[in-house]
């Protein structure tokens, strides 16, 4: 038996993990630490003469293709290996649309053939790569922000939070801060804009947000001229560059503040769970990267647990954090890469399955998360 | 005809109902059906550099995750970086105090090398990689700084998984044990390999997983994040310093956010495709081997097959009156070719292509059952 298994492991091929987030994607080999490649998930359009991003689809069809320019893109420019009879572990959210998910697995069954898909998510890979058996995924990605609690290896359906905080939020809000510093509308590129947040941006300190906000504050933070290719330098104000992140933790009486989704996740969540939910943070994904941010995140927790509404419904004092496995961007992408060497794809749902029902398996679907009798 | 910067005038229809110009379909000759790179199976043929022009068996291509093992891209513009010599200057203020000897050597010039990009500037030296004595290969390699905690975590959900499978084997032998319908060896003596071992006080044979399920320790939580550091607020930023995303990611596995961090990026390798036609498994292009050479074993292009339309002049189209469109078709073959001029309604509904795909899909799959069977 053992002779049979060693010459299934040499003829089963290295599989792939493809985590299509929708400003940057990461694609490698299971079994690796790191993604092969993180690329912009956009391919260059002949027709069109542009890039064209491959979450921008009106329909199921252009969609469809927006995978296939992307998917040949990565495999045959990144990674090098042929697509077909290989394995696929795809990484996502659990907040992904059925349609996304669905055209995905079309293109990659019938168009790149590909031997088998395992389908993911990313909060449960995340705790994968920590393996506590609970842990608070807070993963702030391009779009949105999404808090997800794992206790042990099954997420909490109903205790999931997203809130549009994600990159895009930063890039609105500096943007506009950076009209203020300039007194003009700069209409900068959205790639430009990422460059000066990532170059120049961070978060400070609860104290010196609160300052801010009651309009006395304390000495900025250098202003940085920023050469522009073609223009004049623009002006980025230490107010612009602290302030930028600052719709993150913006509260107002909806509550949809990070720290209040964090905390919201963790009341929706069994009794007996969130006292280790809360010692078992783990924030993650590419926004998590901006400098203090993780420790602001932390203050602001401490500080709002003890304030009304929370300070009745939990009892719980103490947060910890845990240090990430992996880079921010790719954590989810890293558990994807154990899980699917781990088992050496064995839970992957085959091409001829797949052709007999042609259907996934979705947790909102009734026809999988009915108890059968 | 199609244009090089133009827009394509006149399109084809391709079997699989793409309307493509002529230069971007083939024609296969086995299934006589014009085939386009969407409808086509696209396979990787063979590595090479792009730089060096040498060509990489694929085998040693995965060992070496793809990347040229000579040649080097700028990790700060991504430009390729050229080797380049210097003569070691004899320095004796260093030398003399060293040793004796050094004089001897010092007659023969020795000669050192560093990286360096012409496009941006950038050289291996400031970074403080060390100057080199030999010009190809020896550079020093950056790991990931991620990769021994990855690698735990891989062996422990190995032996995760392993137990898993172990499990089930055993659930399973002991339904049908009580069945009483088949007896191993193992149920005759009542004895499993694993108690066996036991009683006999010889290791468990898998004492290699059940101690890495023992020795792992999960990722542990700290109250502490790190801080912002204080001097944030104050410092200057110098914006060279500090890599942009693309340059951070241009590295998956170690993503330097400072300039001093940047290291040089082995080249990436490319790859010959060929193309096969899904319908019938012939190639309809196959690249020549060598990696200099831009010619093909086999090239079924439409371009030799069907002919050829260009617009030559046309008359803007009004409502009542004729127009006249002058047309040049070009016979590309030898041979005696038949034209027909087809009212719209007259076009046949082609319906062959989609359900080409699944067919082709359902013929792999019967492959798959006959193999299996
Ligand atoms: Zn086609
Ligand atoms: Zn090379
Ligand atoms: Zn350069
Ligand atoms: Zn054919």
Redesign the pocket.
Known sequence: MALYEGIALIQEKQAVVLDLGTDYTKFGFTGEAAPRCIIRSEFWCPSERRYKRVHDYKTAEELYDNFVHMLHLLYFRHVLVNPKERKVVVVESLLTPTLFRETLAKVLFTHYEVSGVMWADSPRLCALILGTPEALIVSIGAREAEVTAVVHASVVLHAIQAQPLGAHAIHQELSKLLDEDNKTELKLPEQIIEDIKVKTCFVGNRERAVQWATGNPLMPAKSVQYPLSGRAAITVSGRTRELAAEPLFARDNELASLPDIILQCIIQCPIDSRRALAQNIFVTGGTATIPGLKARLAHELRYLVTQPPYCDRLSIREFRFHKSGAHDNSAAWAGGALAGAADGGARALARDVYARTARLRDWPCLLDNTRRH | MAYLIQEDYVKYVCSCGQLKPITSLYF????L?I?CGFCICHEVDSHYCANCLENMPSSEARLKKNRCSSCFDCPSCFHTLSTRAMIAQARPSAQDGASGDTKVENKQPKKTYYLSCFNCRWTSRDVGIPDQPVASGGWPERTNPFANRFNQLLDYYKAVAQLEKQEKLERERKKFAIRGKYITLTDKTGLTGAMARNIAGLPPSESGSSATLANFTPSQASAEVEELPEDFYTKEVDLKQITSLSQRLAAPARQPARGSRLWPLPKRLSVKRSQR??????N?TKPEYNPGSIKFKIELLAYYHVPEVKIISFESVKPGTRSELLLKVTNPTGHEMRLRLLQPSDVPVEEEQPKSIEKSLEKSLTLEKVCNN
């Open positions: 296969c000759r086995h299934c059906k085939r036609c899904r319908a019938c498994d012939h309809l």
